[in-house]
């Protein structure tokens, strides 16, 4: 059965650092995958996606992803954390390919130290 | 253009009383889906439309949860006879290709 894992429940990096968030999927096929971010009280926000071609795509807020097939995984990285990243962030793979529903990770809620 | 809205953005009822989730799909998604967010269950699938076809039901919890999508348009998330352990937050995405799927606000149920 497909699934999404995210070892890291809880991250904290000074505001200035590079991230990277970790992503694992169980997937049979090639896999569509994403990551959203979720502010408070908010709902889910696309940050970036991968279907097929370049494994290393560019999202918004200055976010980018690496596809690695051999590895099963999809770690979302920002090269400098402004203290509006502080957020939950989850990695999605989708069920069926180009349909079906999400199956989401648990999530990684981000702190931002000053 | 306008994102998926949803209604109630809260709603607080009591055990055994029947409620409904409004959600309006951004305009020409032929793709509705409906999760359920709660602490110890993360996100969860509930049902999924695509265009005309059977809708797919297999996250729906009990038969306690139904929903319909009218005009393949506008949906309704639908409890009958809550209970304590349906509070979480429901969220809507609609999708038009490659699975992109954009999420609305979601309306947090309190069961009380």
């Known amino acids: 059965a497909q699934s999404v894992t995210q070892p890291d429940i809880h991250i904290t990096v000074s505001e200035g650092a590079s991230l990277e968030l970790r992503c694992n999927y169980s997937?049979?096929?090639?896999?569509?995958l994403f990551w959203y971010v979720q502010s408070p009280g908010q709902g889910l926000q696309l940050l970036l996606k991968?279907?097929?071609?370049?494994?290393l795509v560019q999202g918004i807020k200055g976010f980018e992803a690496e596809f690695k097939r051999s590895q099963s995984s999809f770690n979302l990285r920002k090269p400098s954390v402004h203290w509006s990243d502080a957020a939950e962030y989850f990695c999605?793979?989708?069920?069926?390919?180009?349909?079906?529903?999400?199956?989401f990770g648990k999530g990684t809620k981000l702190s931002v130290k000053p | 253009g306008a994102g998926v809205s949803q209604s109630p953005s809260n709603k607080v009822t009591e055990k055994g009383k029947d409620v409904e989730l409004r959600c309006d799909p951004i305009?020409?998604?032929?793709?509705l889906y409906w999760y359920r967010q709660s602490l110890g269950q993360g996100l969860e699938f509930l049902i999924y439309?695509?265009?005309?076809?059977?809708?797919?039901k297999s996250g729906l919890p009990s038969d306690r949860f139904s929903a319909e999508r009218t005009g393949g348009s506008v949906s309704t998330l639908t409890i009958q006879r809550t209970q304590q352990e349906d509070s979480a937050v429901y969220l809507c995405a609609s999708s038009s290709a490659f699975n992109t799927q954009y999420f609305g606000p979601g309306t947090r149920l309190t069961v009380l």
């Open positions: 439309f695509q265009g005309n076809s059977a809708p797919d």
């Open positions: 997937y049979g096929a090639t896999p569509y």
């Open positions: 991968y279907f097929s071609g370049d494994t």
């Open positions: 999605a793979v989708g069920r069926g390919g180009s349909q079906g529903n999400l199956i």
């Open positions: 305009s020409g998604h032929t793709a």
